[in-house]
């Protein structure tokens, strides 16, 4: 079955604990994506890569790291969490051309 | 910098009656996505509109898009209670790497 997958889904963690929340894809998709979700702000775009090796950022960059060492994997990392991080995040994968975004099922972060 | 804006933010209709969801955005954009979400869940993909004057539809749902005026548009017929979701719609620049989307309509059917 074709699908993005994120892990954890749900993590409470305390400001300044480095976190990693990894997301994975089985469609050997070129691109991904990270996107968070607020309430009233919508979803709004982290960072992206369109193959292993290159990333670039979206909107709201800060704060957030990631890297693409390989194809299947785009893992996002927050080396420094702070309460503002406190989100709903959601990995996204597509072929190059971008024509069909794959969402991941979210990743429910909680920064105390 | 690219905005998309939707309206209405709310929706509440009633079973079999027709509605159009707007997004506009702001400049200029390579392509539109329409995307639905139920609430707790992930985003499911609708519909991808790539030129002006593009029109897909798939069950109730049809959309548009309209290039020069720089607006999308998501229009539902004779509504049934299976459709109550949250749409967004989404610009694509940047070849489509950045997506920028709008603040979502929440569409509540009522049977």
């Known amino acids: 079955e074709a699908q993005v997958t994120q892990n954890p889904r749900y993590l409470i963690t305390v400001t300044g604990k480095k976190l990693t929340v990894t997301c994975s894809q089985n469609?050997?998709?070129?691109?991904m994506s990270w996107y968070r979700q607020d309430p009233g702000l919508g979803l709004r775009q982290i960072y992206y890569?369109?193959?292993?090796?290159?990333?670039d950022k979206g909107d709201v960059p800060e704060g957030y790291k990631v890297s693409r060492k390989e194809k299947r994997n785009f893992p996002l990392i927050l080396e420094s969490p702070s309460p503002n991080q406190t989100s709903l995040y959601f990995c996204?994968?597509?072929?190059?051309?971008?024509?069909?975004?794959?969402f991941g099922p979210g990743t429910r972060l909680t920064v105390t | 910098e690219l905005k998309v804006e939707q309206n209405p933010l709310f929706l509440s209709m009633q079973e079999g009656k027709n509605y159009t969801i707007y997004c506009n955005y702001s400049?200029?954009?390579?392509?539109l996505y329409w995307y639905r979400q139920d609430p707790g869940k992930s985003l499911e993909s609708l519909f991808v509109?790539?030129?002006?004057?593009a029109v897909k539809q798939e069950g109730r749902l049809m959309a548009s898009l309209d290039t020069k005026a720089r607006l999308s548009t998501l229009h539902i017929t004779a509504a049934v209670h299976d459709l109550s979701a949250t749409y967004f719609c989404?610009?694509?620049?940047?070849?489509?790497?950045?997506?920028?989307f709008g603040g979502g309509t929440r569409l509540m059917v009522k049977p």
């Open positions: 469609m050997n998709h070129e691109y």
């Open positions: 989404a610009a694509g620049h940047n070849a489509g790497n950045m997506l920028t």
């Open positions: 996204a994968s597509s072929t190059r051309q971008g024509l069909e975004q794959y």
């Open positions: 400049t200029t954009s390579d392509r």
């Open positions: 509109l790539l030129s002006n004057g």
């Open positions: 890569s369109m193959n292993v090796e290159v990333t």
